[in-house]
């Protein structure tokens, strides 16, 4: 069962582990990113993934993957011995959460495409919203917000 579950990926041109702990996102995009031709080649693009799970459920094994259509483009597989090592949350916690980053050098894409973060678990797997990288113009006239789903 993963309805409890959630992955958000959030999409950028890099990752940067920072003292402390902290990571930097350069470079954020929306939903989606409009080029102005296809095919189109980035330096780099990262996902800065957040999976959480309820704390009475801790993962039993977790496999982040980039996606495009079928083929896979990065992958980071949590290591099972320290997946849910460290100190016990505290007692209010309700949630478990792990990040990760998954990256691509260089990006190319040849005509406009959708990448997911999929989380493969013991229990099924979880989908992000979706990351759309299309050719400008290309929305309807009037489009309003997009949603990811």
């Known amino acids: ?8 990926a959030q999409f950028c041109d890099d990752v940067r582990q920072e003292i402390g702990n902290k990571f930097s996102l350069m470079g954020c995009y929306g939903t989606d990113l409009y080029v102005p031709s296809f095919p189109i080649t ?19 094994r977790l496999t982040l993957r980039l996606v495009r259509s079928d ?8 290591d099972p011995d320290k997946l849910n090592a460290g100190d016990p949350p505290p007692g209010w916690a309700r949630w478990l ?13 040849n005509s406009p495409c959708r ?3 999929l989380a493969e678990t ?3 797997t979880i989908e992000s919203g979706q990351f759309l990288i299309e050719r400008m113009g290309a929305r309807p006239a009037g489009a309003g917000f997009s949603s990811s789903g």
């Open 42 to 60: 980035l330096p780099k693009l990262c996902a800065f993934v957040h999976v959480r799970t309820p704390r009475e459920q801790p993962f039993g």
């Open 1 to 8: 069962m993963t309805s409890n579950r959630i992955v958000i």
């Open 122 to 124: 013991e229990s099924g």
């Open 97 to 109: 959460a792990m990040t990760g980053i998954l990256a691509v050098t260089p990006f190319h894409a």
């Open 115 to 117: 990448l997911r973060v």
């Open 71 to 78: 083929e896979l483009l990065s992958e980071l597989v949590a």
